[in-house]
T-cell receptor, first 114, second 113 residues
Framework: DSGVTQTPKHLITATGQRVTLRCSPR?????VYWYQQSLDQGLQFLIH???????AKGNILERFSAQQFPDLHSELNLSSLELGDSALYFC?????????????FGEGSWLTVV | EDQVTQSPEALRLQEGESSSLNCSYT??????LFWYRQDPGKGPEFLFT???AGEEKEKERLKATLTKKESFLHITAPKPEDSATYLC??????????????FGEGTQLTVNP
């Protein structure tokens, strides 16, 4: 158990809908990262927050947004969902934003868009 | 752009048959190279971080090494429970990089009893 908690574990929704994925980082960790893993692609970095502030953006679609709250939990909002958004979405956390820090992953949220 | 290439894509071993997985990387400035293990439908499980060429780390049957261009994950006398996908990732210096990890596609390891 990495200590990173993600909910829901599984989600099935229709095209055009909006969903919110939630992440609670490990106790004391200030950095939260979101990654997407689909069948035909490896782990793709989406976005990084540190202590409530956005630090880096990857290949995150404009239909997707994220935020980190004062209690350090984070949410990833996915809207106008398309079939191609079906994937495993991982949240990860680390204690700081500096280099070399260990990044721990949650168990992921399986999103299926039908 | 940071790039990570892992080989082979898939590897089948007999129990006890030692081998190595390769991770080649191109990065502007390496902060750290990470190895993770991922079981199907699960999140990546942290194994090692290597920071500089020449560094080595060991954990049970696994040993990771790092050069300036690649890293190896050596598996000694593997057991069936070592079957998983092994992921390599790099973390780079740079304002726009943040602390993101750039992952390779992974090596799917199967160890037969």
């Amino acid at each position: 158990d990495s200590g990173v908690t993600q909910t829901p574990k599984h989600l099935i929704t229709a095209t055009g809908q909006r969903v919110t994925l939630r992440c609670s980082p490990r106790s004391g960790d200030l950095s939260v990262y979101w990654y997407q893993q689909s069948l035909d692609q490896g782990l793709q970095f989406l976005i990084h927050y540190y202590n409530g502030e956005e630090r880096a953006k990857g290949n995150i679609l404009e239909r997707f947004s994220a935020q980190q709250f004062p209690d350090l939990h984070s949410e990833l909002n996915l809207s106008s969902l398309e079939l191609g958004d079906s994937a495993l979405y991982f949240c990860a956390s680390s204690s700081r934003t500096g280099g070399g820090n260990t990044i721990y992953f949650g168990e992921g949220s399986w999103l299926t868009v039908v | 752009e940071d790039q990570v290439t892992q080989s082979p894509e898939a590897l089948r071993l007999q129990e006890g048959e030692s081998s190595s997985l390769n991770c080649s990387y191109t990065v502007s400035g390496l902060r750290g190279l990470f190895w993770y293990r991922q079981d199907p439908g699960k999140g990546p499980e942290f194994l090692f971080t290597l920071y500089s060429a020449g560094e080595e780390k060991e954990k049970e049957r696994l040993k990771a090494t790092l050069t300036k261009k690649e890293s190896f994950l050596h598996i000694t006398a593997p057991k069936p429970e070592d079957s998983a996908t092994y992921l390599c990732a790099v973390q780079a210096w740079g304002e726009t990089s943040g602390s993101r990890l750039t992952f390779g596609e992974g090596t799917q390891l199967t160890v037969n009893p």
